[in-house]
């Protein structure tokens, strides 16, 4: 295969997963709305969403329970030969079953059902139409439909595997809406990383203050603003007025592209050159605002206000890798 083949093959792939994904979305239904009311109530009670598959389905239950968990959802992974050996302790009262199986005739899968049945516990079997094993033996059925897997041969499980995926986010993120589920919430079970980090720590814990905040008076002039950004090395100064309300920003982009024009008079008072009414943040916010503030307006420098407009604080996206935000 030449280059060209080989990325039109590539491309064969992914618009057949695409169209499989398609088709799956085009069929959420009734179904969906029952397993989402089903998982809701179970975790109301206290309960945990067990998921379980075999094969490749096993790597998709346990994707599929860990963004469960992680988005506030209390929910497990069972190996189905493991279960049958004793780990079917892991399932208790109130919980649920999330079966996997998109033939729906899956051995393991088939002989776990009687067991888990046996115990009282609801199973919602996740299956690629309704006229299988799986489907029969199940309390509801969530149908994931696709057209065909990318796989030549029609085996590898592709388009199936990545649809079930999908389809388990969906349930994901709508619990997440039923639930109430807050940032807050997501970054206590996200302490460590970037994203905890990001979620966690609030705008005041990462902004420069003091001898490395560039602060500067309305009657301030462009050499004023050097020497303030020189000294607290710092890529923009604040302009705030006498009752401390930030007037102004003015970065050294602005003093650099100043200069390639030829026509800079160092005196010229700040305000002539400042960009009016900055784009700001509030010390309370959290970090992870000032990182969708610096993505939508593609700047580097935000200065920091309290609720009432005072100046208080400056954030160069230089600081958050340092942090460990970005």
């Known amino acids: 295969m030449d280059r060209q083949a080989i990325l039109a ?52 239950a346990e994707k ?42 899956s051995d393991e899968i088939i002989k776990l059902i009687p067991a888990v049945r046996r115990l009282g516990i609801p199973v919602v079997g996740m299956v690629g139409n309704t006229e299988n094993t799986l489907a029969r033996m199940s ?13 030549p041969f029609g085996m590898a499980p592709t388009t199936s595997t990545t649809a079930t995926l999908a389809v388990g986010d969906a349930l994901a993120m709508v619990m997440i809406d039923l639930r109430n589920f807050r940032k807050e919430n997501y970054a206590r079970l996200h302490p460590s990383g970037a994203i905890g980090r990001a979620l966690v720590l609030r705008v005041a814990d990462i902004m420069r203050t003091g001898d490395r905040l560039a602060r500067l008076d309305t009657d301030a002039t462009i050499m004023d603003a050097i020497v303030a950004m020189t000294k607290a090395k710092s890529g923009a100064a604040l302009v705030a007025g006498s009752d401390n309300k930030l007037v102004g920003i003015f970065t050294d982009g602005d003093l650099r592209r100043r200069l390639s024009g030829g026509n800079v ?37 935000l200065p920091v206000v309290d609720c009432d407009g005072n100046l208080t604080g400056y954030v160069d996206i230089q600081d958050l890798p340092k942090m460990k935000v970005l």
Request: net charge negative; with cysteine.
């Open 9 to 60: 093959r590539a491309r064969e792939v992914m618009d057949t997963e695409i169209e499989g994904m398609r088709i799956a979305r085009e069929h959420l239904g009734d179904d969906f709305v029952e397993t989402v009311e089903l998982l809701f109530q179970t975790t109301v009670k206290g309960g945990k969403i067990v998921v379980t598959g075999v094969g490749k389905n096993m790597h998709i």
């Open 139 to 151: 309390d509801l059925v969530l149908c994931v439909a696709i057209n065909k897997e990318a796989c």
């Open 265 to 301: 008079a160092l005196d010229s008072p700040i305000t002539e050159v400042m960009t009016a009414n900055p784009i700001s943040v509030q010390d309370n916010a959290y970090a992870v605002d000032v990182l969708r503030v610096f993505e939508k307006y593609r700047i580097d420098d």
């Open 64 to 105: 599929i329970s860990a963004t469960l968990a992680s988005t506030g959802s209390h929910s497990v992974v069972m190996n189905p030969i493991q279960a049958m050996h004793g780990d079917l302790g892991i399932i208790a009262e109130n919980d649920v079953l999330l079966a996997l199986s998109f033939s729906g005739e």
